[in-house]
């Protein structure tokens, strides 16, 4: 009679998990670089909590009538509703995560 | 002596009148400086809407010896309208609210100034018109005030050789998006159902 063949954790196929532990910490990652991106952009570029400008209103007087009137620059300026996307962004990769965690086995 | 005197009387009287009923002067309200402009604001929901629209154009005759026989009439090109979210930009002139395509011009038509008081060369008053926004009109009155700037023209376009006078307009009112069918109790818990209307613009001398 043989000898009942032993199996331990560490023979099994090395690249079965590896995977899934990739996808796992790309994930991850992807989810603290939009989280942090995205408040580090929002905050940067003035931390404005109105909705996000394409052209950016600049007050100025004419000399000679005193008339204030506005210009627009147009550059971007992130709002709320960018930085809530950023935001939501992270949290659903990092919900996805969980579907790729490896279960650990034991082997007495 | 009596020559004399008749002379200088009928030259008194004759300047007299001349002053009595001095012209009206045309003022053309197209900007080539680009400064004129109506600015609106209202209240929504997560901050309040503002923006301005600068395709200002338009002629009143004004007379600053009688600022009452004031005429004229200021467009306002619909699609000149803008605020500083592109998207938002889109959505008011779309066909729910401003309906720029069907409505290229909001209207102001002076029908009388009344209430007038001068000082100086500023005169307040109150100027009634009928206002055509979106296809509707109706006659508003709207508190203003008129500065005469006498030679005023040249100094602004950095020609102070060339003469000509300047009117600047200034006035605040508001009026209900409602009244003009700009989506008639529609959003108002988004988008306020009052529109607070500033203009300041100044008029150069037109060519009649």
Redesign the interface.
């Known amino acids: 009679m043989t000898a009942p063949i032993r199996t331990h954790a560490s023979d099994a196929t090395p690249t079965s998990g590896a995977p899934r532990k990739k996808i796992l910490s790309l994930l991850r990652l992807l989810s603290a670089f939009c989280l942090v991106f995205g408040i580090v952009y929002w905050s940067g570029k003035g931390a404005h909590t109105g909705w996000s400008m394409n052209r950016v209103p600049v007050t100025q007087v004419d000399e000679i009538t005193g008339i204030e009137f506005i210009t627009y620059e147009d550059r971007f300026v992130p709002g709320i509703e960018w930085l809530g996307g950023a935001v939501g962004l992270a949290a659903v990769a990092f919900g996805l995560s969980f579907f790729f965690r490896t279960k650990k086995t034991h082997n007495p | 002596m009596n020559k004399s005197l008749l002379v200088s009387t009928l030259l008194f009287v004759g300047s007299a009148m001349t002053a009595a009923t001095a012209a009206p002067q045309a003022f053309d309200f197209t900007d080539p400086?680009g400064?004129?402009?109506i600015?609106f604001k209202l209240d929504s929901l997560?901050?309040p809407i503002?923006g301005?629209a600068s395709g200002v154009s338009g002629k009143v005759h004004y007379n600053p010896e009688n600022p009452t026989e004031t005429t004229g009439k200021i467009v306002v090109a619909t699609q000149s309208a803008?605020v500083?979210?592109?998207v938002?930009t889109e959505h008011m002139l779309g066909e729910q609210w401003l309906d720029a395509a069907n409505n290229p011009e909001i209207v102001f038509e002076l029908t009388s100034l009344s209430n007038t008081q001068t000082e100086g060369n500023n005169t307040t008053a109150t100027a009634t018109g009928k206002l055509t926004l979106k296809g509707i009109t109706r006659e508003i009155s709207v508190p203003v005030r008129l500065?005469y700037?006498p030679g005023?023209f040249g100094?602004?376009i950095n020609k102070p050789e060339v003469p000509g006078d300047?009117l600047?307009i200034r006035g605040e009112f508001s009026i209900a998006r409602a009244d003009f069918g700009i989506m008639p109790g529609q959003h108002e818990d988004k988008v306020n159902p009052e529109i607070a209307l500033s203009l300041?613009?100044?008029g150069s001398p037109a060519q009649d």
């Open positions: 400086k400064v004129n402009a600015q997560l901050e503002s301005t803008l500083s979210n592109a938002m500065s700037l005023a100094k602004r300047l600047v300041a613009i100044v």
